[in-house]
T-cell receptor
Framework: GAGVSQSPSNKVTEKGKDVELRCDPISGHTALYWYRQSLGQGLEFLIYFQGNSAPDKSGLPSDRFSAERTGGSVSTLTIQRTQQEDSAVYLC??????????????FGPGTRLTVT | AQSVAQPEDQVNVAEGNPLTVKCTYSVSGNPYLFWYVQYPNRGLQFLLKYITGDNLVKGSYGFEAEFNKSQTSFHLKKPSALVSDSALYFCAVREDSNYQLIWGAGTKLIIKP
């Protein structure tokens, strides 16, 4: 079946502009995660959605970052007033309903954001 | 607090030799352990996981990992390395009471012909 998709694959924006990144998870997956990965580095957790529960926003680096998930499926990560330090690859992952943590996450190809 | 350590930033192996990528973890409860691989300019791909049962877990592309509870380790292994195995490898752990994965910093694996 289809995997996790993300769009756009690349985004170049000017400092101060707002950007929206989209994630379409695997059908039936109720858990959705956003991560940030700087060049050649590890993953930085941003936000987690599980079904209709309130999201865990503890990883969002500032109030310029927000995310929503509509209808329990597609998610949008919005970065307002982008800064150069926001440049990174933004990864989305989804997994089956979390019951005891045994399910692996499936990742999309990522969106490479460059702020000039 | 949960944590994962990948003590080697880079591992170099000659093609055809066995490879090991190390991972140690710290959790309070039962650990669920995962290995992912990231090829250049691509997203992360799931390789294998340990949930319960046999300590030796087999995964994709001929990789395997051994869960060692006493040493709190989950090292990734392959008997014979291929040049195409060159990539960035991430270990991750989740405590059975927590939905969030804790990620290691990654180990760059370079296989030389």
């Amino acid at each position: 079946g289809a995997g996790v998709s993300q769009s756009p694959s690349n985004k170049v924006t000017e400092k101060g502009k707002d950007v929206e990144l989209r994630c379409d998870p695997i059908s039936g997956h109720t858990a959705l995660y956003w991560y940030r990965q700087s060049l050649g580095q590890g993953l930085e957790f941003l936000i987690y959605f599980q079904g209709n529960s309130a999201p865990d926003k503890s990883g969002l680096p500032s109030d310029r970052f927000s995310a929503e998930r509509t209808g329990g499926s597609v998610s949008t990560l919005t970065i307002q007033r982008t800064q150069q330090e926001d440049s990174a690859v933004y990864l989305c992952a989804s997994s089956q309903i979390w019951t005891g943590g045994r399910y692996e996450q499936y990742f999309g190809p990522g969106t490479r954001l460059t702020v000039t | 607090a949960q944590s994962v350590a990948q003590p080697e930033d880079q591992v170099n192996v000659a093609e055809g030799n066995p490879l090991t990528v190390k991972c140690t973890y710290s959790v309070s409860g039962n650990p669920y352990l995962f290995w992912y691989v990231q090829y250049p300019n691509r997203g992360l791909q799931f390789l294998l996981k340990y949930i319960t049962g046999d300590n030796l877990v087999k995964g994709s592309y001929g990789f395997e990992a051994e869960f060692n509870k006493s040493q709190t380790s989950f090292h990734l292994k392959k008997p014979s390395a291929l040049v195409s195995d060159s990539a960035l490898y991430f270990c991750a752990v989740r405590e059975d009471s927590n939905y969030q994965l804790i990620w290691g910093a990654g180990t760059k694996l370079i296989i030389k012909p």
